[in-house]
C-alpha cells in the first residue's frame, strides 16, 4: 500500500464489496441454522434423537419401490418399473419415483378412493348417484383441492345447486341425522369420536363431555333433509330457530349450548335473531328463506380448530407408517396420548402452513429417512415408531393389485383399446368432447368384480370406520375361490399369456417374482419353482398357475413392508 | 399365547385368591395371563357342551308371542292358547311351540335400556353395553368357541342366515380373541361359501400351491415377526378344518322324512342344518332368522314369521330332546328387544326395551318354569326384573364357566360380561 492513504475509488469498492461478500457468507453461515429444513429433515430430526439412525436398516430399492407405490397408488409396481428402478444409478431416483408416482393417474385414483372412504365410510348411495360423487371426488383430487376447502365445500353445501349437489352427500346420504354427523363430524375431521359423550359426560375419557357433543349437535340440529317435490329431490334445509338442550342420563342436569367445537370458540346466535325470524315471512316449501344459519358456520370452526389439521396429519401418518402418531386416529385425547407429542405438534403446524395439501404433505411424510426404513430390523428401543409395522394391503390395494400382477388389467385395457379404436375410426371426434381414456374406461369395467373381492376383505359396517380383519372366509376363498384364478386364466395380452410364450425358464421365473412379488427371486426360489414346472413339461400352464396362485395368496403379498 | 399349565399348588392358591379378592371382579387387577387362563382351561375342560342360539333380528314382539295379553289395551288381534307348561299361555301364533315349551323356560322380566337395532345387538350377544377402550367385546360365540371348542369339532361357531342381511350379522365378530374364533357363516341353508374347490382344481394341485406356499411364507416371516402375519397364516388352518367337516353342511345326508317335518322353507331347512351341526358336536350354533323390525304391519308380519318359526323351532326341540342333546346345549331363543304395547299408526309396534321376553333352556337350565312378570297391560316389570347382563351370567353359569373370570386383550383382563349382572338362580339347576 505505497498510495499511503489515497485509495483509489475502485479499491474501495473491491473493498467494500469483498467485506459485503465476506458478511453475507459469515451471515448465511450463521443463519444457516435458522434457514428452515425441508419437513421431512425436519421429522428425521426429531425423531432420530430417540430411535437413533443406522444406515444398516434401510429398506433395499425393490422394498421401497413396492412400499411407495402400494402407499401412493394402492397399487404394486408393475414389472417394468421395478426393472427401471432398480437398475437405475441415479443417487436421487427414490426422490424422483415418488414425483412420478404422486403425478400418475393411478394416485388419482387412489387418492379418490381413499378420500370417499374417510367421507362416507361405505355408506349406500341414498340421495347422491354413484357416478355424481365419483365425478365430484376426481374433480377434487385433479385439482388437488386442499382440506380445508374440500371439507368447506361438503359442510357448506345443501344440494339445491346442481354445481355442488354432490358435495351435499355428507349431509343428504346421513339423513342430516344429528347423531350421525355429530359422530362422523368428530371422528373425520376432529379425530375425536364422541359418541359416547351424547347421554353424559364420556364414561371413561374424561376430556369428552357431554356439551362437546351438543356444541357441535347445535351446528347442526336446526338442518332436516327436506324432501323438495318440485325439484324432485332432496336437500339440506334449516331452521332458523331452535334450541340445543341436553340432560345428563347419570346426573340429570340439564345444560343448553350455543354451537362450539370442544373448547373452541362459542358461536352464539345474533341478539336480533328473534327480529330477522319475524321480518322474513317465510313461504312455504322450497323458497323458505332462512335469515341466519348456524351450519354454515360449521366449517369455519371446523377448520380453524385445532384438532383439524392435527388430524389430518396424523391421518396421513397413519396410512403411510401403519399406525397413526395417535391411535386409534378417531381418539385423540387426554388419556390416549400421542406416540411422540413434539412430533405430531409440528406436523400440524407444518400442515397448516401448507394450507392442509394432501400430496404436498404425503410426499415430505414418505421422502423422511424413517420411512425408508426397512420392516426387517431388530431395534431394541422401546419407541414403537422405531419399527415399520409390515401391515395388511387395504382390501382396494389387494384387488386392484391383483389385478395389475395377474395382467388382467392389461388384458382389459388391450380390448378396450382397440375396441376404442374401432368406434373413433367409424366417427370423427368432436372438439371439446370429455376425455375418457382407455384407463378409465377398463377401470369401470373391473370394478364390479373387484368389488366383490373389496367386500370379502372389509369386516366393518357401512358407516363405521373401515376395518380389515382377517377371517376365516377370507382364508377359504383365497383357497377355494375362483375370482383369482379367474384373473390368472390366460388371456391375450395378461400374464399367464406372455409366460406362455417364453422360451427361457429363467426368464419366466424372473418374470413371475418381479411382476408378482415385485422383485428378483434368489436361486432358492429359483430351485423351487423350477422343481413344480417340471412336474409338467409338455404344458406348464397349470403348473404356472399354481406358481401364480401360491405367489399371490403368500403372506408377502397379503401384506405391506 | 402360550398353552403350559401351571403347577397344581399354585393354581389352587391362585384360585383361593382371586375368590376372596374383591378386586379380581373390577377387572383391574393385572393378573398374569397365564394363571387365569390355565383357571378357565380348568373350569371347563372336556365340558362337551354347546350352545344353540335362536336369533329373531329386529326385535320379537312379546305380546305375539311368550307373553299375550289379548282383550287388554295394547293386547293386539290374536289370542292366547296354553300350552305344554301349565300356567304358561303363549300366542295363538305359537301352536306347535306351545306342545314343547316344557323343555324351555320363559322370562318376562327383561329390561335392557337399549332401543336401537345396532347397540342392543351388541349388548345381547357380547354381554356388554359398549366396547372397551379401543374395541368391541368378542360375541357370545367367539368366547364359547374359545373357551368349550378346543379338540372339537371346527368351524367351532356357525351362523347360519340370509344373505340379504348378510352385514347385520357381522355386527361383532372375534374381536381381540382373533380370526380363528370368527364364524363361519352359511347362508340361506347352503353350505358357507368357498367350502370346497372346483373339481378341476385337485387336492394335487391343492397340496403343490400350500407346499410352495409355505416356502415361501417361512423365508418372508424369517424377516418379519408379526402378528398380523401370524394371524393370517393360521386363517388357514382354521379354513382347512372347516373344509374337513363340509359333510356337516350337507343337508342332502338327511332323511326326506326329516326335510318334511321341518318344512321346506329357508328357515325350516335352516332347523334341520342347525340339529345337524349340533349333532356333529359343534361348539356354537348361531341361528338366524329375519326380520323381525315389524313398525309397519305388525300383526301380518308375525303371522307370517312365527308361521316360519313355529312348526320347524317345536321339531328341533323335540328331536334335540329325544337325541339326548338337551341335556348338554344350551338353547336361547331371543332378539334385541321386544315390541311397544301401543300400536302406531301403520299398525306396526316400534322398540321396545322395558319390558319383554326370552326363552331358555337346555343345559344347565331348569326345564318348565315361569321367571319374571309383567303388569296387566304388559308396560312394565312388576316382578323378576332381568337385565342383559343378567342374562350372561345365567348362560355362562349354565355352561359351568365362571363369567367373573378374564380373557386377556393383549396384557388387558377382560371379565366374560359386565360383572354388575347377577345369574337368575332360581332357573340354574
Not at chain 1, 124 to 139: F, G, H
Not at chain 1, 414 to 422: A, H, P
Not at chain 1, 481 to 495: H, Q, V
Not at chain 2, 87 to 95: I, R
Request: net charge negative.
Amino acid at each position: 500500500m505505497t498510495s499511503g492513504h489515497s485509495i483509489s475509488t475502485f479499491s474501495r469498492i473491491r473493498v467494500v464489496l469483498v467485506c459485503a461478500f465476506v458478511a453475507s457468507f459469515n451471515l448465511s453461515f450463521v443463519k444457516g441454522a435458522d434457514l428452515p429444513l425441508p419437513l421431512h429433515q425436519e421429522i428425521d430430526r426429531l425423531v432420530a434423537k430417540h430411535i437413533g439412525r443406522s444406515e444398516s436398516n434401510i429398506a433395499d430399492d425393490a422394498q421401497f419401490l413396492r412400499r411407495v407405490s402400494l402407499d401412493l397408488t394402492g397399487l404394486i409396481p408393475t414389472a417394468a418399473d421395478v426393472r427401471d428402478f432398480c437398475h437405475n444409478p441415479s443417487t436421487n431416483k427414490r426422490a424422483l419415483a415418488i414425483e412420478r408416482l404422486l403425478a400418475s393417474p393411478e394416485c388419482t385414483r387412489h387418492t379418490q378412493r381413499v378420500i370417499d372412504g374417510w367421507l362416507m365410510r361405505r355408506r349406500p348411495n341414498r340421495n347422491v348417484t354413484s357416478d355424481e360423487w365419483k365425478t365430484y371426488l376426481r374433480q377434487t383430487v385433479l385439482a388437488n383441492k386442499h382440506w380445508d376447502q374440500l371439507t368447506t365445500e361438503i359442510l357448506k353445501s345443501d344440494g339445491t345447486d346442481p354445481a355442488t349437489r354432490a358435495a351435499a352427500r355428507f349431509f343428504l346420504d346421513r339423513e342430516c341425522n344429528t347423531d350421525d354427523l355429530v359422530r362422523d363430524i368428530g371422528a373425520i375431521f376432529l379425530g375425536r369420536d364422541i359418541r359416547c359423550a351424547q347421554c353424559h359426560d364420556h364414561p371413561i375419557v374424561p376430556d369428552f363431555k357431554q356439551a362437546d357433543y351438543f356444541g357441535i349437535a347445535a351446528f347442526v340440529d336446526r338442518s332436516f333433509l327436506l324432501d323438495d317435490k318440485q325439484k324432485q329431490l332432496k336437500v339440506v334445509a334449516e331452521k332458523a330457530d331452535g334450541v340445543t338442550a341436553f340432560t345428563s342420563a347419570l346426573t340429570q342436569v340439564r345444560g343448553v349450548t350455543a354451537p362450539k367445537i370442544f373448547d373452541g370458540p362459542f358461536f352464539p346466535d345474533p341478539v336480533s335473531l328473534t327480529e330477522q325470524i319475524a321480518d322474513a315471512l317465510r313461504p312455504e316449501g322450497s323458497q323458505r328463506t332462512n335469515p341466519y344459519s348456524r351450519r354454515a358456520l360449521l366449517p369455519i370452526a371446523i377448520v380453524s380448530h385445532p384438532a383439524f389439521g392435527r388430524t389430518l396429519a396424523n391421518r396421513l401418518w397413519a396410512m403411510v407408517f401403519g399406525r397413526g402418531i395417535v391411535d386409534p386416529i378417531d381418539q385423540d385425547h387426554g388419556d390416549n396420548p400421542p406416540l411422540h407429542p413434539e412430533l405430531l405438534d409440528l406436523l400440524s403446524v407444518r400442515i397448516a402452513e401448507m394450507h392442509y395439501d394432501l400430496k404436498a404433505f404425503l410426499r415430505e411424510l414418505v421422502l423422511t429417512d424413517l420411512y425408508a426404513r426397512s420392516t426387517i430390523e431388530r431395534v431394541e428401543s422401546k419407541q414403537a415408531l422405531a419399527v415399520l409395522p409390515v401391515r395388511k394391503l387395504t382390501p382396494e390395494q389387494l384387488a386392484w393389485s391383483w389385478l395389475r400382477a395377474t395382467g388382467q388389467w392389461d388384458a382389459e385395457l388391450r380390448l378396450v383399446q382397440s375396441e376404442m379404436q374401432i368406434a373413433d375410426a367409424q366417427r370423427p371426434s368432436v372438439v371439446n368432447e370429455p376425455e375418457t381414456t382407455p384407463e378409465d374406461v377398463t377401470c369401470d369395467r373391473l370394478t364390479a368384480e373387484a368389488e366383490k373381492v373389496v367386500l370379502i376383505f372389509t369386516t366393518s359396517l357401512a358407516g363405521e370406520p373401515t376395518r380389515s380383519d382377517t377371517t376365516t372366509e377370507q382364508a377359504l376363498f383365497l383357497l377355494n375361490g375362483e375370482t383369482l384364478r379367474k384373473w390368472i386364466a390366460s388371456r391375450p395380452g395378461n400374464l399367464l399369456d406372455r409366460l406362455m410364450k417364453s422360451e427361457s425358464e429363467d426368464q419366466v421365473v424372473d418374470e413371475l417374482f418381479v411382476s408378482l412379488l415385485s422383485r428378483q427371486p434368489d436361486s432358492q426360489e429359483m430351485a423351487w419353482i423350477r422343481e413344480v414346472l417340471a412336474q409338467s413339461p409338455s404344458n406348464r400352464e397349470v403348473p404356472l398357475s399354481d406358481v401364480m396362485e401360491a405367489l399371490l395368496t403368500s403372506t408377502e403379498f397379503r401384506f405391506n413392508h | 399365547m402360550s398353552d403350559s399349565i401351571p403347577i397344581a399348588e399354585h393354581t389352587l392358591s391362585r384360585r383361593a385368591m382371586l375368590r376372596t379378592t374383591a378386586l379380581a371382579s373390577a377387572g383391574l387387577l393385572a393378573l398374569p395371563r397365564l394363571m387365569s387362563q390355565s383357571l378357565l382351561a380348568d373350569q371347563v375342560k372336556s365340558s362337551g357342551k354347546r350352545v344353540l342360539l335362536i336369533f329373531q333380528h329386529g326385535g320379537l314382539s312379546q305380546f305375539e308371542s311368550w307373553d299375550p295379553k289379548p282383550n287388554t289395551e295394547f293386547g293386539g288381534p290374536f289370542a292366547a292358547i296354553s300350552s305344554s307348561l301349565p300356567g304358561l299361555a303363549v300366542s295363538e301364533l305359537l301352536p306347535q311351540t306351545s306342545k314343547q315349551v316344557h323343555h324351555l323356560s320363559i322370562l318376562r322380566g327383561l329390561s335392557t335400556e337399549d332401543a336401537l337395532h345396532d347397540s342392543a345387538r351388541v349388548r345381547m350377544i357380547t354381554g356388554w353395553s359398549q366396547g372397551f377402550f379401543g374395541g368391541k367385546y368378542p360375541s357370545f360365540g367367539a368366547v364359547c368357541g374359545k373357551l368349550l371348542g378346543a379338540g372339537r369339532t371346527q368351524p367351532a361357531y356357525v351362523k347360519l342366515t340370509d344373505r340379504a342381511h348378510w352385514h347385520l350379522s357381522s355386527l361383532v365378530d372375534a374381536s381381540y380373541l382373533g380370526p380363528e374364533f370368527a364364524p363361519v357363516v352359511s347362508f340361506d341353508e347352503s353350505p358357507p361359501d368357498y367350502l370346497s374347490s372346483s373339481p378341476d382344481h385337485d387336492d394335487s394341485r391343492a397340496a403343490r400351491i400350500e407346499a410352495l406356499k409355505n416356502r415361501l411364507n417361512q423365508r418372508f416371516r424369517q424377516g418379519h415377526p408379526s402378528t398380523d402375519a401370524d394371524a393370517f397364516e393360521r386363517s388357514f388352518e382354521t379354513a382347512r378344518q372347516a373344509m374337513q367337516q363340509r359333510s356337516m353342511f350337507d343337508l342332502s345326508r338327511e332323511s326326506e322324512t326329516d326335510k318334511a317335518r321341518y318344512g321346506s322353507h329357508a328357515f325350516g331347512q335352516r332347523c334341520l342344518l342347525a340339529r345337524r351341526l349340533l349333532e356333529h358336536d359343534c361348539t356354537f350354533v348361531k341361528l338366524n332368522h329375519v326380520n323381525y323390525d315389524s313398525h309397519f304391519e305388525n300383526f301380518d308380519n308375525h303371522l307370517r314369521l312365527l308361521g316360519e318359526f313355529d312348526r320347524p323351532f317345536a321339531t328341533l326341540l323335540e328331536d334335540l330332546s329325544q337325541r339326548g342333546l338337551l341335556e348338554t346345549t344350551l338353547v336361547i331363543i331371543m332378539g334385541e328387544f321386544g315390541r311397544t304395547p301401543k300400536v302406531n299408526s301403520s299398525i306396526g309396534r316400534d322398540h321396545w326395551a322395558k319390558s319383554w321376553s326370552m326363552a331358555v333352556g337346555g343345559c344347565g337350565i331348569k326345564p318348565g318354569l315361569m321367571y319374571g312378570k309383567t303388569n296387566d297391560n304388559g308396560t312394565e316389570v312388576v316382578d323378576g326384573q332381568v337385565t342383559a347382563f343378567d342374562l350372561f351370567h345365567t348362560f355362562y353359569r349354565a355352561l359351568g364357566i365362571d363369567p367373573t373370570s378374564h380373557l386377556f386383550n393383549g396384557d388387558q383382563p377382560l371379565t366374560l360380561t359386565e360383572t354388575s349382572g347377577k345369574p337368575i338362580k332360581e332357573i340354574l339347576t
